[in-house]
């Protein structure tokens, strides 16, 4: 596998902050190492203002290789058609308003050459409002093969803007597929199935931007019952059993239907950010 070349995978949607984009795409420019490609998908349609973006950064960087939809298809179809179109086997996710540490990139790329079985390597992330350097939180996860295929029964194990991987690995899994807020942790429980190796280096490697919207979106029944399906389809194929299964619907019941927004973010923050303990 040739690791000295790579592509980057990102998604920009209509409400996206076109100064948010730009640092997020100067943060994987000017990178130790700088990626071979940048594919981002257009999901529908933008402000004009995120189109003289994307036409400037076109016309000055050969690599970056937009992709345009007359219609929102959702995160896991334009993930699904950036992951296809690139040309490389080794894929770095991005968010369109996340921050990557300028050494990201090199340090996953080490990991890779380092273990050829490796599938899907993430990260920490630090949590910022407004300024980058006014952290309000760190979101750590488990590190090594084994802890994160037993967290995965559990919760998701990856900070998903983090992750880079093997496109033949995710494509052996099906690819990218659409489920509602939850199209990675469906993604990674089929690499589970496939027997993909899975590593998170202990360092943060995005700082990402966060507001008190991101614990309404993890509320709700809409959200409520798109995790349940999750848990359900592990359950039906002998991921998880029953006691399992009815013990994650019924935390997240608790937490993203019965509690408040203020309450809830207090719960993400001490079980899911700074100590990735299991429930």
Known sequence: MDTKQFSVAMSVYKN?????FKLALDSIINQTIQPSEIIVVVDG???????????????KCEFFKPIYLERNSGLGNALRMAVEASSYELIARMDSDDIS????????????????????LGGNISEFVGDEKNIIDIKAVPTDDKKIRHYLKRRCPFNHMTVMLKKSDVLKAGNYKEWFQDEDYYLWIRMYETGCCFRNLPEILVNVRTGVDMYKRRGGMKYFKS??????????????????????????????????????????????RENPVDL
């Open 16 to 20: 996206d902050d076109p100064q948010y």
């Open 45 to 59: 349609p933008i402000l004009s203002e995120m189109a003289d973006i994307l036409t400037e950064y076109k016309s």
């Open 101 to 120: 540490l300028p050494d990201r990139f090199e340090k996953q790329i080490k990991c890779f050459e380092q273990d050829d079985n490796l599938s899907l």
């Open 227 to 272: 995790e349940v399906k999750i848990q359900k389809y592990m359950f039906d194929r002998k991921i998880i059993n029953f006691v399992r299964y009815a013990c994650n619907v019924g935390i997240r019941f608790v937490v993203q239907i019965l509690m408040p927004n203020n309450l809830r973010g207090y719960v993400y923050k001490y079980f899911a």
